[in-house]
């Protein structure tokens, strides 16, 4: 969208009241009605806290899901964002004993070490247990919070291919969820490979009634059913219905030139402007993240006294885990959050208190020259399953708003689905791993897409 400019407008610049906010994310556009309702509306109760777990669109669905886990070896689960998939599935699948049958733990996968993290403190919260002591524990590199009393064990995909490179059958698990399954990252492709045939190689004397039978499920809020369903032995597919709350989509009139100063301009005006609750800014890079966060802590100091103070939190991979968990903390009194993120808030973390996302519309991708073999990481437009997983995050706990810094011809002209990672990288690191893995042929191992 043009060249990044050094400075964002100063505040006295920006428009105050509700009309001139309107007419920068609306006048001239289609106001979007993404109010996905397939399950009923869910009051806020008063003092604002979150729904309970009985209120979640999957609640109303576990006995089909439990009953379909048993009977079938492999499960495609697609859930909108804020059906409650990623923390709920497992319980229902530990309280209704499936797991025991198999006589093992329930490994759910994450692409990321801070959805590992945080998605297994808030299930050992629900669950009123103490986290790496009772059933539920994480692991992820560097950081081992199980024991022998762990069964529900959340961990990223990378660690689950280095256990099977010790346990190539994997016999520690009797289902393996592999979670935010659309995100297509390396690892995850692999996994995929990999499960499928250690499920085989366990399940195939006797199938689910074998010794010690492997279930798999996989899970996304945006999946193409159709190709892991074929690609599992024609899994059957379970959808649950959308999200709990309704948000509202705006575009901008104007194509934007800087998504740093539109994403400052963007969040003061929500300041200003719009009713409490936190906002979540999705940027592409680090970079961006400290530019934009240097920016605001200096427009913060210049807000009038009767305004709300500001609390700036990013979160991106690279951020030691002590910080990232800032962004998870309550909102102080008298103050309202600003989250700054890259692409690792689309899925699976929850932070509480959003009500509003400002979506710059590019993430970073890893790239690959292969006549230098050298790679890269380029800022690129996201695709619109990820713009529509970005609008989620502002409906999981209230009803929210999204503020799209592109116009809605733009958004129309966006791929439908992101591309595999494994597409866009080198496959040297790939075949070596797969070699690591005893997969001797690696031009036959079995991937998901050819």
Not at 20 to 39: D, I, N, P, S, W
Not at 66 to 91: A, D, F, M, R, Y
Not at 324 to 339: D, E, H, W, Y
Not at 361 to 374: A, E, N
Request: proline residues 5%; aromatic residues 6%; hydrophobic residues 35%.
């Amino acid at each position: 969208m043009g060249k990044k400019k050094k400075r964002a407008r100063s505040l006295d610049q920006l428009p105050h009241h509700r009309g001139e906010k309107k007419r920068l994310h609306a006048e001239g556009t289609r106001r979007l009605q993404e109010r996905v309702f397939t399950g009923s509306s869910v009051a806020e109760n008063g003092d604002g806290a979150k729904p309970g777990k009985a209120k979640l669109p999957i609640y109303a669905h576990r006995k089909t899901i439990l009953e379909t886990v048993t009977t079938n070896e492999t499960v495609i689960l697609v859930g909108e964002t804020g059906s409650g998939k990623t923390t709920q599935l497992p319980q229902y699948l530990h309280k209704g004993g499936v797991d025991r049958r198999g006589g093992g733990i329930i490994a759910i996968t994450q692409p990321r070490r801070v959805a590992a993290i945080s998605v297994s403190k808030r299930v050992a919260e629900e669950m009123k247990t103490t986290l790496g002591i009772g059933p539920v524990g994480y692991a992820v590199r560097f950081d081992n919070t199980t024991s022998s009393n762990t069964r529900i064990k959340y961990m990223t995909d990378g660690l689950l291919l280095r256990e099977a490179l010790l346990d190539p059958m994997l016999v520690r698990y009797s289902i393996i969820i592999l979670d935010e399954a659309h995100e297509r990252t390396m690892h995850t492709d692999v996994l995929f490979g990999i499960v499928k045939g250690v499920q085989r190689e366990r399940n195939k004397k006797g199938g689910l009634a074998a010794n010690k039978p492997l279930r798999v499920v996989v899970m996304s809020a945006t999946l193409q059913t159709k190709m892991f369903s074929k690609y599992f032995n024609n899994a059957p597919v379970l959808k649950i219905p959308g999200r709990t709350f309704p948000v509202d989509v705006y575009y901008t009139r104007d194509a934007q030139s800087d998504y740093i100063d539109g994403a400052m301009t963007s969040i003061l005006q929500i300041h200003l402007g719009e009713a409490m609750g936190d906002v979540l800014v999705f940027l592409p890079g680090q970079e961006d993240i400290e530019s934009l966060s240097q920016l605001l802590e200096e427009r913060a100091k210049r807000l009038p006294p009767s305004v709300d103070g500001l609390v700036i939190t990013p979160i991106y991979a690279a951020l030691p885990p002590e910080k990232q968990m800032l962004a998870f903390a309550p909102t102080p009194p008298g103050m309202r959050k600003i989250v700054l993120a890259t692409n690792i808030a689309e899925t699976s973390i929850t932070i509480d208190g959003i009500r509003h996302v400002v979506d710059t519309g590019f993430v970073k991708v890893k790239g690959h020259y292969s006549r230098t073999g050298m790679e890269f990481l380029r800022t690129v437009p996201i695709s619109k399953a990820q713009a529509w997983q970005r609008a989620g995050r502002a409906g999981r706990q209230h009803a929210g708003k999204c503020f799209r810094l592109y116009r809605e011809v733009e958004f129309e002209t966006l791929s439908e689905v992101g591309k595999a990672e494994i597409h866009r990288s080198s496959l040297s690191t790939l075949v070596l791993q797969l070699k690591a893995l005893n997969v001797e042929d690696v031009a036959t191992f079995d991937f998901i897409e050819p």
